[in-house]
């Protein structure tokens, strides 16, 4: 796995405590593509995510860009089972 700058950033942040509500949901999504994740759309918003034997299915922030505190939490916790830290 091969991390930009900008994905390391991104995960950096994503692990902060208290949790930030102004990170960018493409920019999780690119992180998760340089992680190895497959992401498929699903039905309406939703995005299903593989990565390693996890998955979860998540929510597209809509019509903002920035991802809500909640799922930032839920992707944390993906990553963290997944074995993905900063």
């Given at each position: 796995?091969?991390?930009?700058?900008?994905?390391?950033?991104?995960?950096?942040?994503?692990?902060?405590?208290?949790?930030?509500?102004?990170?960018?949901?493409?920019?999780?999504?690119?992180?998760?593509?340089?992680?190895?994740?497959?992401?498929?759309?699903?039905?309406?918003?939703?995005?299903?995510?593989?990565l390693g034997?996890?998955?979860?299915?998540?929510?597209?922030?809509?019509?903002?860009?920035?991802t809500v505190k909640?799922?930032?939490?839920?992707?944390?916790?993906?990553?963290?089972?997944?074995?993905?830290?900063?």
């Open positions: 796995m091969k991390l930009n700058r900008k994905q390391t950033r991104t995960l950096s942040k994503i692990y902060e405590k208290p949790i930030r509500s102004d990170i960018k949901w493409t920019e999780i999504i690119s992180l998760l593509e340089a992680c190895g994740a497959l992401i498929y759309q699903r039905q309406g918003s939703r995005v299903g995510i593989k034997k996890q998955k979860a299915v998540f929510h597209t922030p809509h019509p903002q860009k920035e909640g799922a930032v939490e839920d992707m944390r916790e993906f990553l963290r089972r997944a074995g993905i830290k900063p």
